[in-house]
């Protein structure tokens, strides 16, 4: 890594990733409300887990990635990307943080993730309307990946794409909070709090009218 490179990846920690990672726990913790487990998959440096975890009350916090990062702010557990090494219900929650958009299927992730959570799991992703908004989204992820050197498949989902995801996976979504302010002017102007959505996903009930409700409210 160059001089300049290093530069610009301090430049980026600084003034976009340490700023997001409390808006983002923050969000996630709205949607777990008070819980005394976490696991986070695809937790990165562990930061978002960890102040969520602080956030929430939680006691034991878990982390799983497909390429564990040195020097991570928790324990974190290598995983193939799908298969949840955990039995069913081991954690009062479970976050997905920015995670589902890079999964090679991101339905059968969802279900283990659903399957290892015993009450919720709470969801921070994008939502894209459009061409535009898809070329702006591939951008942040590629800008925002490249130190860590996390793939990036540029999968994003619109509204009612997320709604049957989520269906597909035995879920259901029961809280939204969209748009949701992520980032600082002025990357907001290109970022734009549309593209960011934090939501609460529970293992599918009887009755469905809450999901068509609220992605009609997305829309």
Avoid: C
């Amino acid at each position: 890594m160059t001089v300049l490179e290093r530069a610009l990846f301090s430049l980026h920690h600084r003034l976009v990733h340490v700023p997001r990672v409390g808006r983002v726990a923050r969000a996630l913790a709205a949607q777990v409300g008070p819980a005394a487990s976490l696991l986070d998959v695809g937790a990165g440096d562990g930061t978002v887990a960890l102040e969520v975890a602080r956030l929430v009350g939680a006691l034991r916090v878990v982390g799983v990635d497909v390429k564990a990062r040195p020097g991570a702010a928790l324990p974190v557990i290598g995983y193939d990307g799908e298969r949840l090494p955990f039995p069913d219900a081991a954690f009062e929650a479970v976050l997905l943080s920015d995670v589902l958009h890079h999964a090679a299927r991101p339905g059968a992730l969802l279900a283990e993730a659903l399957r290892v959570a015993s009450r919720v799991v709470a969801l921070k992703d994008h939502f894209r309307f459009g061409p535009v908004s898809e070329r702006v989204l591939l951008w942040m992820d590629l800008a925002g990946n490249a130190a860590p050197g996390v793939e990036v498949r540029g999968t994003y989902f619109t509204p009612g794409e997320l709604v049957a995801l989520v269906r597909g996976a035995g879920g259901r979504i029961t809280g939204l909070e969209w748009p949701l302010r992520i980032h600082d002017l002025p990357f907001r102007l290109v970022t734009q709090d549309r593209l960011q959505v934090a939501a609460r996903i529970e293992r599918l009930a009887a009755g469905t009218a809450g999901i068509a409700a609220i992605a009609g409210d997305a829309r």
